[in-house]
């Protein structure tokens, strides 16, 4: 009897057959339930400090800067002061070539001089005037009296008309003359004072020449750090319209101000006195501080967002901070010390929803994040020991944008809140918003949309 071969039995075809269908059924339910298991992303409750700032940039100067510039124009003949220099107040920085001042003096001297002598003879024609005008007086008093005679002597018929007429027409030119007299020294008069006035024009002139000689000098207005010259020796100036800047001085280095914009949302937030960081890029790794010593009320709108200039009060006894640094500045609103916090993404997790996920008894279907208010009641979910979803009640507290205090609930330290849920098909997490990596945790298939 001749055997059939082994492929043309049907017995094992049908062996391979089973083997191969319940490895694919393995396979498939194994990567079915895989991709159907999520994967939480969870962070642990943690204790510690949180600080509600407001952020700022400005830039560092000194509390009072003088600007010193020339009121004259003219070529700078000296320089007494560079950068850095300390200077004291009252000291000699520049001086201006003042050749062209001092023959504007001597010009406003002579025209002094020449008022002057004018006036001298404006006083001798006054009293030419005034005597002239005293003897037509006396002529007049004595053809008055002549005339008077000549009526006397016509009224008593000794004198004839004529000669009666002869008198008073000598009166009148007499008193013709007095009057002219009168007029030549009022003129007299008119005329001294006419050349006084010139003559306070020419000393305001030559008072005037000599501060524009004076100004060739340039001091130093207060005490402090030359900041920054402007001119060089041999450099010419001009003072037509506005007085150009030559140096400038920071009274106190050791004490300085940061100048920053708060929008106007942040504004009513901030009191003077409140404590404030900063770093500056010279020295990245310290943080400075300082205090609000000022809120300005006037405001700047840039393209529609309305800002307020605070001013920041900065201690500098070592002058490391130098005027013009930019400064990132934090005003610190409010802190909370050694409380428990929780990351912001645990806040804003929220689960499809459903009848497995559950909660606790005065928790909310509605695990979403809709606020960060001190006082708000939200739902923070966590996972059961069955790896179930369940909500716990939380009192929120202050937030730093990063983390929040929690006032009241279940929660302490060490416990685990779900923050995201990371798909195992795609690889990538699909609703974790935490900086750093979060833990990782398998549990049952949340249920179904509704």
């Known amino acids: 009897m001749t055997r059939r071969p082994l492929y043309r039995s049907k017995y094992p075809w049908l062996a391979l057959i089973v083997l191969m269908s319940a490895g694919g059924l393995g396979a498939w339910k194994f990567f079915t339930v895989k991709a159907d298991k999520p994967v939480y992303l969870l962070r642990t409750v943690e204790s510690g400090d949180i600080a509600l700032q407001v952020a700022a940039n400005g830039s560092l100067s000194a ?49 002094v001089r020449a008022a002057e002598m004018t006036i001298l003879n404006d006083a001798a024609n006054v009293a030419a005037s005034r005597a002239n005008l005293e003897k037509t007086m006396v002529d007049v008093v004595d053809k008055q009296r002549k005339l008077n ?21 000598v009166m009148q030119a007499s008193a013709a003359t007095r009057d002219a007299a009168e007029a030549q020294l009022e003129s007299a008069q008119a005329g001294r004072k006419a050349d006084s006035a010139r003559l306070e024009q020419a000393r305001a002139a030559l008072q005037t020449a000599k501060v524009n000689l004076a100004q060739t000098v340039i001091y130093s207005p207060i005490s402090g750090t030359i900041i920054s010259r402007s001119v060089d020796r041999g450099q010419t100036v001009a003072a037509s319209m506005a007085a150009p800047t030559l140096f400038t001085i920071g009274e106190d280095l050791t004490k300085m101000q940061i100048v920053t914009n708060i929008d106007e949302a942040d504004v009513g937030k901030i009191k003077t006195g409140m404590p404030v960081e900063f770093t500056v890029d010279a020295y990245p790794e310290e943080i400075f501080s300082g205090s609000i010593s000022q809120i300005r009320l006037a405001a700047t709108t840039v393209q529609n967002v309305v800002t307020y200039n605070a001013i920041v009060g900065v201690d500098n006894p070592q002058q490391r ?90 929660l302490k330290v060490g416990d685990e809140v779900v923050t995201g849920i990371e798909s195992q098909t795609g690889g990538a997490a699909a609703k974790s918003t935490t900086a750093s990596t979060p833990k990782s945790a398998s549990g049952p298939p949340p249920p179904p949309p509704m």
Do not use: C, H
Not at 64 to 88: M, P
Not at 152 to 166: A, C, I, K, P, V
Not at 328 to 335: G, H
Not at 341 to 367: D, V
């Open 321 to 410: 901070l130098k005027p013009g640094m930019t400064a990132n500045v934090k005003i610190r609103i409010a802190q909370v010390t050694d409380v428990l916090k929780i990351p912001n993404s645990a806040l804003r997790f929220k689960p499809s929803g459903g009848s497995e996920s559950r909660q606790s008894p005065t928790g909310s279907a509605n695990g979403a994040m809709k606020g960060q208010n001190p006082g708000r009641q939200v739902p923070v979910w966590v996972l059961a020991e069955d790896k179930s979803l369940r909500a716990v009640q939380v009192e929120l507290g202050l937030s730093d944008g990063l983390s929040t205090q929690i006032v009241s609930g279940p």
């Open 63 to 111: 509390v009072t800067t003088v600007q010193v510039g020339s009121q004259v124009s003219g070529n700078i003949a000296e320089l007494y002061a560079d950068f850095n220099s300390e200077v004291k107040r009252g000291q000699l920085l520049a001086r201006l070539d003042p050749q062209l001042f001092e023959a504007q003096v001597r010009q406003a001297e002579a025209n």
């Open 149 to 169: 005679r000549q009526k006397q002597l016509y009224d008593n018929g000794l004198s004839t008309r004529d000669d009666l007429d002869t008198a008073q027409a």
